[in-house]
């Protein structure tokens, strides 16, 4: 199992990127992602400033990018990241309809992406 860093334990640039955190997001304490990338205090300092450009307001509202990382998370198969973002997104506003609809969405992505696969379906001229 990776290796925790809880605040008490880290060093100075690392307690500075959690207090950053917790000051943004009003928690009480960093997850476990966050205490996990602290085993490389620069891969934990570009993560987060990454993560707060891509998921900042802009032309998609926070829920839609919450549900879009969902998403994503869901097909790349991260147990983590769908725990993590499911609560951020049910934070945000998603309901128990919006939940279920996005998840019969990325089921049926996965079929039809498979299905158009195995038969090597040839991209329509319209869709280039």
Known sequence: ???LIDHADAPP???????????RRGVPDVNNFWKALAIHPPTLARTWESLKEVMAPGALDP?????????ASA??????????????AKAK??????HGE??????????????????????DPAFE
């Not at 690392?14 to 955190?21: G, H, Q």
């Not at 506003?93 to 919006?98: K, L, P, R, Y």
């Open 13 to 23: 640039e690392v307690r500075a990127v959690y207090d950053d955190i917790k000051a």
């Open 93 to 98: 506003g998603m309901t128990e309809a919006m």
């Open 63 to 71: 829920l839609t990018k919450e549900m879009l990382y969902l998403a």
């Open 75 to 88: 097909a790349s198969g991260c147990t983590y990241c769908i725990a993590s973002h499911t609560a951020a």
């Open 1 to 3: 199992m990776t290796r």
């Open 102 to 123: 996005l998840l019969a969405v990325i089921a049926m992505a996965a079929e039809t992406n498979r299905l158009a696969e195995a038969l090597r379906v040839p991209v």
